[in-house]
């Protein structure tokens, strides 16, 4: 049994708040004081009711609080916050960290471990806490009430890693206690490259905005992923696969990766992996573009995933052009506002120090 506090008020906060606790966690949930109206009566019942797969139940948290005190009691925290929030979310949260706390991201969102890593260290606060992240949220879910939430999957493998990676160890031990399906990866960069949201979600976002605004259109998402579509994001997956192998690691194809993930079953090409997934097509939606698919996953998770094959020297010109066009769709410039090198704090490493700073971390 763990005591750990769960910071985060959307879908996957409320799953993994919710499962924790009927696996038998103690589970503080921290709400900060400007989202406390969202959950009025979470505040009042302390509990979340768990449906779907895997831990069924009315899960009884420990507590639920905006006290950071109380909620940084505990040294296991979990956020499970979007990237967008990220740096802010480290900032806030810089005050009340100490020696001794260990931070989960759930999940790190491509870079998420680096830009709250970069963070604590502005503020001083790094020494002795230690960051790791998982490549995806654990579950696919879907809050179904004020106080409920269903998980749809759950994931059959969960990339980790600590930074700094010389911390792997230690932190994949708490990580695997807590999810028997964390597999341990090289560091924070090999996880981030094996999340598949910047795969799946902009390109048919882009390509299909027409229909994400036609409100006659139902369950647009994985529908409209064509022949077409796909053939797109696999020249995406080509370009992800090139700094994949400069890095060294490991290439696991975006087809094979939702087969271990069971998001879809195994498939030949990509397209046939979307069309057959029963968990994809379960899932409705968006309805707008304004919508994580598009407003998180391209200027931050795609938009890293091109800092880091530039600083490779790898040419990333269809992410490119997907970054380009969903910043005309939005009026937005998220190749300049997006997640960066800068906001990674990978400035001022040379491509042979990069392997050298993820296990290390940075020097005093």
Do not use: W
Request: with cysteine.
């Amino acid at each position: 049994m763990a005591k750990i506090t769960i910071i985060g008020i959307g879908h996957g906060g409320f799953a993994v708040a919710a499962d924790m606790t009927l696996a038998g966690h103690e589970v503080t949930f921290y709400v900060a004081e400007r989202y406390k109206n969202r959950v009025e009566r979470l505040f009042e019942e302390k509990t979340i009711h768990l449906s779907g797969v895997g831990r069924t139940g009315t899960a009884h948290l420990v507590s639920v609080t905006s006290s950071p005190e109380e909620a940084f009691a505990n040294d296991i925290i979990i956020p499970v916050v979007p990237a967008y929030a990220q740096e802010r979310f480290a900032n806030e949260i810089a005050a009340y960290l100490r020696p001794g706390h260990k931070l989960l991201l759930v999940p790190g969102s491509t870079g998420g471990a680096l830009v709250t890593a970069r963070v604590l260290k502005e503020h001083q606060k790094l020494d002795g806490v230690v960051i790791s992240e998982m490549h995806t949220l654990p579950y696919a879910c879907r809050k179904t009430g004020e106080c409920s939430v269903e998980i749809l999957l759950e994931c059959g493998i969960l990339y980790f890693a600590a930074f700094p990676a010389k911390y792997n160890q230690e932190m994949f031990e708490i990580a695997k206690s807590l999810y028997p399906a964390t597999e341990l990866v090289s560091d924070v960069l090999e996880t981030a490259i094996n999340n598949g949201n910047p795969i799946s979600h902009p390109v048919p976002m882009v390509l299909n905005a027409g229909r994400v605004e036609d409100e006659s259109v139902q369950n647009y998402h994985y529908r409209g992923i064509t022949p077409s579509v796909a053939r797109v994001i696999e020249t995406l997956e080509e370009e992800r696969k090139e700094i994949v192998e400069v890095l060294g690691y490991d290439y696991i194809s975006s087809t094979k990766r939702l087969e271990l993930t069971h998001y879809a079953p195994k498939r030949d090409t990509l397209y046939e992996a979307y069309r057959d997934s029963k968990v994809f097509h379960a899932l409705m939606g968006p309805n707008s573009l304004e919508n994580r698919y598009l407003t998180e996953d391209t200027p931050y998770s795609l938009r890293a995933i091109v800092a880091i094959g530039k600083f490779l020297g790898v040419k990333t010109p269809n992410m490119e052009a997907i970054i380009t066009i969903g910043s005309a769709l939005m009026g937005a410039d998220y190749m300049t506002n997006g997640r960066t090198m800068k906001t990674m704090g990978l400035v001022n490493i040379e491509r042979d120090e990069i392997k050298d700073f993820l296990y290390n971390g940075y020097s005093n």
